[in-house]
């Protein structure tokens, strides 16, 4: 399984930028795919996760409101639309798949993407 994430950049503060993650090498359709964050000196976290068919969507609480995850099953490719971005928003974004259902626990996660970087700033 190879996940390719891209669309991370440099963006001011209040405004948005689109995560990508392309899939290959397994049924995407049928697994979870998650959004995850690491901000220099900080543990990776949770940011969303969406459900094999996009009909279910879960958020941390610091981007709900701001942050959506959708999928395109046809083209393998997952979307994280940013908005309203701020400072504390920064970080190295990863995308990850797993099987059954969704969750926010990153060790439930089978493969990770390389991570593409958002710097928002002030």
């Known amino acids: 399984v190879q996940l390719q994430a891209s669309g991370g950049g440099l963006v001011q503060a209040g405004g948005s930028l689109r995560l990508s993650c392309a899939a290959s090498?397994?049924?995407?359709?049928?697994?979870?795919m998650g959004w995850f964050r690491q901000a220099p000196g900080k543990e990776r976290e949770f940011v969303a996760t969406?459900?094999?068919?996009?009909?279910?969507?879960y958020y941390a609480d610091s981007v709900k409101g701001r942050f959506t995850l959708s999928r395109d099953n046809a083209k393998n490719t997952v979307y994280l639309q940013m908005n309203s971005l701020k400072p504390e928003d920064t970080a190295v974004y990863y995308c990850?798949?797993?099987?059954?259902?969704?969750?926010?626990?990153?060790?439930?996660?089978?493969?990770w993407g390389q991570g593409t970087l958002v710097t928002v700033s002030s």
């Open positions: 969406i459900s094999w068919s996009g009909g279910s969507t």
């Open positions: 990850a798949t797993k099987s059954g259902s969704y969750d926010y626990r990153e060790s439930s996660y089978d493969y």
């Open positions: 090498g397994r049924k995407f359709s049928s697994y979870i």
